[in-house]
């Protein structure tokens, strides 16, 4: 029996002239993941061969009925908003705009000189958008966070990292005791980042974890999904693999990607499922 629901593959999109990202989610017919509506994966490498690199230049835009969600493995994004905020993004951040009712923001390139080793290499990170609860779409106000990588829960284990970037904690995979700091609007958000070093060691994700759950690979050496009685599933880079419900799975760095001397990371991200379909445009 197999572990994932659905394995989605990316579609290229040029949100602007020089600016291409990997799009997962929506995707047909799967509109969402918990509460995530789109997944978007920016920067290095080109999305393909003759794409934009992915670098975001995108100037002033609106939003209303949902959250964006950005975090960066490398680079820096200049946030700018309607309510009057101005926030670097650096990597290991989590820049969090509750658009609400409504609010206009943009996303440019860091100030020249940006200091900081990670933050001066080519943009590479993840931006989701989430539905807030249908209830709270046209009422709550717009809203701002943003959280730096330092407050974000981290657990060490042998051979992976996990940082807790959206989460209650409370024994979250096993690990956590904390919550992130993150204030999300739909219950049970859950958005990690992962690393492995070593293909012994395994994130456990279990149902009571998250309601719908989904794994994405970001790096060529893949990920594996195990389950029970020793049942594997290949997750390819830039695949977004949806775990069957009511599934406990785990996850882990391939054998082929550790001798290749490869790095192994990953998002998790789920929550409850959707109150209902939304209409995006």
């Not at 994966?41 to 959250?67: K, R, T």
């Not at 993840?126 to 009422?139: N, V, Y």
């Amino acid at each position: 029996m197999t572990l994932l629901a659905e394995v989605l593959k990316p579609a290229l999109k040029e949100l602007s002239p020089g600016t291409a990202v990997r799009r997962l989610l929506p995707a047909f017919p799967r509109q969402a993941v918990g509460p995530f509506i789109f997944l978007d994966h920016m920067g290095e490498p080109a999305p393909a061969p003759g794409a934009p690199a992915g670098g975001i230049n995108v100037g002033p835009h609106p939003h209303i009925g949902l959250s964006t969600v950005t975090y960066l493995y490398s680079g820096a994004l200049m946030h700018h908003d309607s309510l009057g905020s101005a926030q670097l993004i650096r990597p290991g951040d989590v820049n969090f705009m509750t658009a609400g009712r409504g609010i206009v923001h943009s996303e440019r390139p860091a100030p020249a000189g940006t200091a900081g080793t990670a933050a001066s290499k080519p943009l590479h990170g993840i931006q989701f958008w989430c539905a807030l609860p249908q209830q709270l779409e046209d009422s709550i106000a717009p809203a701002f966070q943003h959280v730096p990588a330092a407050l974000l829960p981290e657990a060490a284990m042998p051979g992976a990292t996990v940082r807790l970037l959206i989460g209650a904690g409370a024994d979250t995979f096993g690990l956590f005791s904390d919550a992130s700091p993150v204030q999300a609007h739909q219950p049970e958000t859950l958005y990690a980042s992962v690393e492995f070093t070593d293909p012994r060691a395994e994130l456990c994700i279990r149902p009571k974890d998250a309601e719908e759950v989904a794994v994405y690979a970001i790096d060529d050496g893949g990920l594996l999904v195990t389950g029970p009685g020793g049942r594997e599933e290949p997750i390819k880079q830039f695949h977004l693999a949806v775990v069957k419900s009511g599934s406990e799975v785990k996850v882990r760095q391939p054998k082929s990607a550790a001798a290749a001397g490869v790095r192994s990371r990953g998002i998790v991200l789920g929550g409850s499922k959707l109150d209902g379909h939304r209409n995006m445009w």
